[in-house]
């Protein structure tokens, strides 16, 4: 076995990146709500702006976009040009299903079994052309699993009512029973910690949302299938990916794996987010890279460069080191 | 420079075999007719091009005509989070399966506050477009009707004016007509029957929030008479109620 790399600097700026693009989205979340007076929070409709993919579908439908959708024209001439970053550095869905595959705790020979590229991952593609010929007919159901809106709405109708309710009944129960001994006592310390939540986090009234279970309960299993594949929906379901992996298939910046320092380890599978990499040296599928460079970080020869060029020419043969 | 450039376009046009996504073209065309047919399994439901409309289909202010509203909702949930009163909810089936989580009103759950217009501010696709408060507040969304079954003053012969003491337009759109009737004990009272306006009501529905008979209240609102929908209006060929 190689030795263990340290994780590449950057993979560390990639993730802070996500990080902040998460917590972005969680952030304008909580924002959307009632500011005084009559006012929604500023920005909140900030993510659903930049996808090209509920600007396509609504145009197709529609043939009319709202002006602020046309900011979804920058994701699509940055993925033409660069590839599929969208969905490795900003997408929050993405970095949502990035934690949980990473929480999985999956072993290497599972990792190297599961990591690589798979026939069934051009089923979104599919799914996307279903939604497209829908929409050129007028019928617009993309946002069934469009990932802002599927991440959005079970926010609002499941997880959030979940999270509030769970963490009211928490405080309430610990003020309620107020454990301690002697004088010290729990709500010392949970009472303002309850006043902080509350102000910041919680909801003025806990709401309630007819359909909840049904929403929630997919999005628990689109969670849930991080375990069978890293990043499931990312990679077989989601036609916004499919729609950038399309349009950002011959990207500028290349990930050059190189077949003389290869040793045929194939450890870039354990980490490879997306499925762009196939057991091939050399070889590597640019519309599935979300451009994680785990690979790169993980590859012990360091045989994977990143670089700018264009792709090489379909006759050149790729050298195959077997 | 001109070298990449053209190398980059001809990798569009000719990429190398690793680098293509091998979709296979009877599949392909298998999904766009799916796509397609699906959409006109859509527009023929009975709700599909408006052949008819679902009563409980009350949309927030500002929503579109119903097919343009559908073409372009991608169903977000920005509305249902922002509206104050938790009164937006995904729908079900109210507009077939088309309309699966798209926004819908629930009176008995919250209603459509008066002063407010976030709804219409956060919608990002103009599914809602955005209303001024002035706006909002002449847009009729459905319309209240009464079950006397149920209600007060005409099934139990008790006083109840709750529903006119919420309705906020300006002149009330509930009106009392007073009545004399007779209570179990065989006492001749008058009571306050209540009557809808349907020049005034915009079925913001806070009546049927507020009505003390829970569970199935005693009024209820219909999307008959929304501003949206001209044709699902009170009388025929009217642009709404009267005429509008």
Not at chain 1, 33 to 56: C, R, S, T, W
Not at chain 2, 103 to 121: A, F, R, S, W
Not at chain 2, 220 to 228: A, Q
Request: aromatic letters at 10%.
């Amino acid at each position: 076995m190689a030795r263990k790399q340290r994780t590449s600097r950057l993979v560390w700026l990639r993730r802070g990146v996500q990080g902040v693009f998460l917590l972005l989205f969680l952030y304008l979340f909580l924002e959307t709500e009632y500011h005084p007076i009559n006012l929604a929070g500023a920005h909140v409709k900030l993510f659903f702006q930049l996808d090209p993919l509920a600007m396509l579908t609504a145009w197709l439908a529609s043939h009319a976009v709202a002006a602020g959708m046309l900011l979804s024209l920058a994701t699509l001439a940055v993925t033409l040009v660069f590839g599929r970053w969208f969905c490795g550095w900003i997408c929050p869905f993405g970095t949502l299903n990035n934690l949980c595959t990473s929480l999985r705790g999956a072993r290497a020979k599972a990792k190297l079994e599961t990591g690589g590229y798979g026939g069934w991952q051009k089923a979104k593609y599919y799914v996307l052309v279903v939604f497209l010929g829908g929409a050129l007919f007028g019928v617009n159901a993309a946002g069934w699993l469009d990932p802002f809106s599927f991440f959005f709405r079970s926010m609002t109708t499941a997880v959030y009512p979940v999270l509030n309710d769970a963490v009211s009944s928490l405080f309430g129960w610990l003020y309620d029973a107020n454990p301690g001994i002697g004088p010290v006592r729990v709500t010392a310390v949970s009472e303002p910690i309850y006043e902080i939540l509350r102000r910041h986090f919680l909801a003025v009234e806990q709401p309630h949302y007819v359909g909840n279970v049904l929403i929630g309960f997919l999005f628990g299993a689109v969670i849930a299938l991080n375990f069978v594949r890293p990043r499931f929906w990312c990679r077989y379901i989601c036609p916004l990916g499919a729609l950038l992996g399309i349009i950002g298939k011959n990207p500028v910046v290349r990930l050059n794996k190189s077949a003389e320092a290869c040793n045929n380890c194939r450890l870039c599978l354990a980490d490879c987010q997306g499925g762009a990499n196939t057991p091939d040296a050399g070889q590597w599928k640019p519309a599935e890279c979300f451009y994680c460079f785990n690979c790169r970080s993980d590859c012990p020869t360091e045989a994977i460069s990143v670089g700018f060029g264009t792709q090489p020419d379909s006759h050149e043969k790729t050298a195959v080191v077997k | 420079m001109i070298g990449p450039i053209f190398r980059w376009i001809k990798g569009f046009v000719k990429p190398p075999q690793s680098a293509r996504l091998d979709l296979s073209r009877r599949q392909l065309l298998a999904s766009g007719a799916a796509g397609i047919g699906a959409a006109y399994l859509f527009h023929t439901h009975p709700l599909g091009r408006q052949r008819s409309y679902n009563p409980d289909l009350v949309r927030p202010p500002g929503a579109l005509a119903e097919e343009e509203f559908l073409s372009k909702c991608t169903r977000c949930g920005e509305c249902m989070k922002v509206c104050p009163t938790n009164g937006i909810h995904p729908a079900a089936f109210e507009a077939g399966l088309e309309g699966l989580w798209t926004p819908v009103l629930k009176m008995t759950i919250g209603y459509c506050e008066y002063e407010c217009t976030l709804c219409t501010q956060v919608c990002p696709t103009g599914a809602i477009r955005a209303l001024t408060v002035a706006e909002k507040q002449r847009v009729k969304i459905g319309l209240a009707y009464f079950d006397r079954n149920r209600c007060l003053p005409y099934a139990y012969a008790r006083t109840c004016i709750v529903c006119e003491e919420h309705c906020p337009t300006p002149k009330k759109a509930i009106w009392f007509e007073e009545a004399q009737v007779t209570t179990p004990a065989g006492e001749k009272v008058t009571v306050k029957q209540p009557r809808v306006d349907p020049e005034l009501c915009i079925g913001c529905g806070i009546c049927v929030n507020k009505c003390v008979i829970k569970g199935q209240p005693a009024v209820l609102v219909s999307s008959v008479g929304e501003s949206r929908n001209p044709a699902n209006g009170l009388l025929l060929n009217s642009g709404g109620p009267y005429g509008g």
